[in-house]
């Protein structure tokens, strides 16, 4: 079995990739309402701080912020991700489990990279914001309607035409 070591910082901020096993779907897309809702089931129960996020049709990535004193970011995944199969299912959505019940919908586990600066921070958050154009899904971040651009163009953290031909930092 492999070891798996994680950073816990307590309080700390960390860059996520979640991905669905199978990478062939595009559940995540489809099924965003439960995926917010899921999201705000676990942030009401184990508050952090969603700082940037973009969800892709089999993966997401996202940077969070824990609690002063609070490493569980595992947890909150872990909650995450049963609060939207539990979300999938009562709408009637078939989930393949395996031999002890467990829902197949997403890879066991997470990537995570613990953020160290304000340089790392904002590297990961451009990242994210680009990630779809970098998918082909689209030409320009903004027209990717499932990210956190909207909400830092909306913020004057990022100009509307970032990531385009130049990268537009608000001031």
Same mark, same amino acid.
């Given at each position: 079995m492999v070891l798996y070591r994680r950073n816990y910082v307590p309080g700390g901020s960390f860059f996520f990739t979640v *991905? @669905?096993? /199978?990478?062939?779907? =595009?559940?995540?897309? !489809?099924?965003?309402?439960?995926?917010?809702?899921?999201?705000?089931?676990?942030?009401?129960?184990?508050?952090?701080?969603?700082?940037?996020?973009?969800?892709?049709?089999?993966?997401?990535?996202?940077?969070? *912020? @824990?609690? /002063?004193?609070?490493? =569980?970011?595992?947890? !909150?995944?872990?909650?995450?991700?049963?609060?939207f199969v539990r979300g999938l299912r009562k709408r009637g959505r078939a989930i393949a489990e395996n031999a002890r019940g467990e829902a197949m919908l997403?890879?066991?586990?997470?990537?995570?990279?613990?953020?160290?600066?304000?340089?790392?921070? !904002?590297?990961?958050?451009?990242?994210?914001?680009?990630?779809p154009v970098k998918h082909g899904l689209v030409k320009r971040p903004t027209d990717w309607p499932h990210s956190s651009i909207h909400r830092y163009i909306a913020d004057g953290r990022l100009l509307a035409d970032w990531g385009t031909d130049k990268i537009g930092h608000g001031p």
């Amino acid at each position: 079995m492999v070891l798996y070591r994680r950073n816990y910082v307590p309080g700390g901020s960390f860059f996520f990739t979640v *991905t @669905l096993r /199978d990478r062939r779907v =595009d559940t995540l897309v !489809r099924e965003i309402d439960g995926l917010r809702a899921a999201f705000v089931r676990t942030m009401a129960a184990r508050p952090f701080t969603l700082d940037a996020m973009v969800v892709l049709p089999d993966h997401l990535h996202a940077v969070m *912020t @824990l609690p /002063d004193g609070d490493t =569980d970011y595992s947890g !909150r995944w872990r909650a995450i991700k049963s609060e939207f199969v539990r979300g999938l299912r009562k709408r009637g959505r078939a989930i393949a489990e395996n031999a002890r019940g467990e829902a197949m919908l997403w890879q066991t586990r997470f990537w995570e990279h613990t953020l160290r600066d304000e340089d790392d921070l !904002r590297r990961h958050v451009d990242y994210i914001h680009f990630n779809p154009v970098k998918h082909g899904l689209v030409k320009r971040p903004t027209d990717w309607p499932h990210s956190s651009i909207h909400r830092y163009i909306a913020d004057g953290r990022l100009l509307a035409d970032w990531g385009t031909d130049k990268i537009g930092h608000g001031p």
